[in-house]
Nanobody
Framework: QVRLVESGGGLVQPGGSLRLSCAAS????????MGWYRQAPGKERELVAL???????NYADSVKGRFTISRDNPKETAYLQMNSLKPEDTAVYYC?????????????WGQGTQVTVSS
């Protein structure tokens, strides 16, 4: 069974930094993207950043220049370096893996890790 486990969340002051990790286990087709989503109370889940197998990245406008997504393919692990954090970054952050053609498209999700930015 595919499992994604996030870690690294916590409480940080505005302007601080956190590094999230997402460790994937199980059988996942190699053609995939890994991404980070977040959901704040009363808000819709939104894409924060994604990275392809070939290391192409995409970011939400709200985090550009502050967050960096990366991945370690042999480890099947994704990271999200979060700098210059703002209170509006407070949310539960979820790791996502999406398999792509030629495989059947499937989505896998982690349980989430809480990030709270507050003074």
């Amino acid at each position: 069974q595919v499992r994604l486990v996030e870690s690294g969340g916590g409480l940080v002051q505005p302007g601080g930094s956190l590094r999230l990790s997402c460790a994937a286990s199980g059988t996942i087709f190699s053609a995939n993207t890994m991404g980070w989503y977040r959901q704040a109370p009363g808000k819709e889940r939104e894409l924060v950043a994604l990275i392809t197998r070939g290391y192409t990245t995409n970011y939400a406008d709200s985090v550009k220049g502050r967050f960096t997504i990366s991945r370690d393919n042999p480890k099947e692990t994704a990271y999200l370096q979060m700098n210059s954090l703002k209170p509006e970054d407070t949310a539960v952050y979820y790791c996502n893996v999406r398999t792509l053609p030629p495989a059947r498209r499937m989505d896998y999700w982690g349980q989430g890790t809480q990030v709270t930015v507050s003074s």
